[in-house]
């Protein structure tokens, strides 16, 4: 696989060439946003690794840049502010993923192989599981022709189930996609949107399962 990294830090950008060497990634690397595009309107890169702070500008500029040229390459976003609103910065503006410096070399492995499994020419950004299709741009989740209705927590919780659908995903994660920072989280409220969000699930026969899995987190999987 052939990845492009945009990354300005020297240190930063030869660790993760390097990691990501060892599982036989290639990774074209450059430091500006100019470039960025430059490289990226090749249309040659399974996936771009995209840091936001650039000498020259917003890393997130690329993401609708590529997206209006009718480049659905998947976009990590890679960055040290890690606070909800910049994740949904990140993800508004058409971006796959978001990862927090620093992390582990395994999470971002796992982000690629998760964003990997879905198209990577289609440019609404839509996922079919199950029965269910989610639609992450307008955040809209339909079985059949029917859109479920989920208020905004539940509709985080489905969303950041179907990210790593097959996984478990860490209460702490999700607790953290759910709540922004002022929120009081209260201890059973992720258990309650959980519920709700799985019986919603049920009811509209979305074959998909929510399984508690004990002290540790929830994972999403396809109804067998
Ligand atoms: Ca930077």
Do not use: C, W
């Amino acid at each position: 696989m052939r990845i492009l990294l945009v990354e300005d830090e020297p240190e930063m950008a030869e660790a993760l060439r390097t990691a990501l060497k060892r599982y036989d990634i290639v990774t074209d690397h450059v430091r500006t946003l100019a470039d960025a595009i430059e490289a990226a309107t090749e249309d040659v890169h399974g996936a771009i690794l995209l840091d936001r702070q650039l000498p020259d500008g917003d890393g997130l500029d690329l993401v609708p840049r590529l997206r209006a040229k009718g480049l659905g390459i998947p976009v990590i976003v890679l960055t040290a502010r890690g606070d909800l609103a910049d994740r949904v910065a990140g993800l508004n503006t058409g971006a796959d993923d978001y990862l927090a410096k620093p992390f582990a070399i395994e999470e971002l492995l796992a982000r690629l192989r998760a964003i990997l499994r879905r198209p990577a020419d289609v440019v609404t950004d839509i996922m079919q599981a199950g029965r269910l299709s989610y639609d992450f741009d307008n955040r809209v989740a339909t079985v059949g022709s029917e859109a479920l209705s989920l208020p905004r927590r539940e509709l985080l919780v489905l969303e950041t189930l179907l990210r790593r659908i097959g996984r478990t995903v860490q209460r702490a994660s999700l607790e953290q996609a759910v709540y922004s920072f002022d929120d009081e989280i209260q201890s059973n409220a992720l258990d309650t949107h959980v519920s709700r969000l799985r019986r919603k699930l049920a009811d509209a026969d979305a074959g998909l399962e929510i399984h508690a899995i004990r002290g540790i987190g929830y994972l999403l999987k396809l109804a067998r």
